[in-house]
């Protein structure tokens, strides 16, 4: 593996770990990011991932709320004809 690869990994799990932890932390280095540099493109790209991951456990959650909605909304209808 090239050096420039590992470097951009570093800099991925970095990026993905701070915006999962310390988001508002990210949010203040993200300015003065360049993705030209390796190191800060992975960090960047790593924070994108990490958006991207919180945004899919979102939509899991709706779905499983929306599920379970559906699921009331069946049980009341059987108890209305069980009336």
């Given at each position: 593996?090239?050096q ?6 570093s800099g991925?799990n970095d990026g993905?770990?701070l915006?999962?932890?310390s988001n ?7 300015g003065?990011l360049?993705?030209e540099n ?7 790209e ?9 945004e899919?456990?979102?939509?899991k959650?709706?779905?499983n709320l929306r599920?379970?909605?559906d699921?009331?909304i069946e049980?009341?209808k059987?108890?209305?004809?069980d009336?």
């Open positions: 593996m090239e420039e690869e590992r470097t951009f990994i991925f993905y770990r915006s999962l932890y508002h932390l990210y949010e203040k280095l993200k003065s360049h993705k390796e190191y800060e493109g992975g960090l960047i790593g924070a994108l991932e990490a958006d991207k991951e919180r899919r456990q979102r939509m959650q709706l779905e599920g379970d909605d699921k009331n049980q009341e059987d108890d209305e004809r009336r």
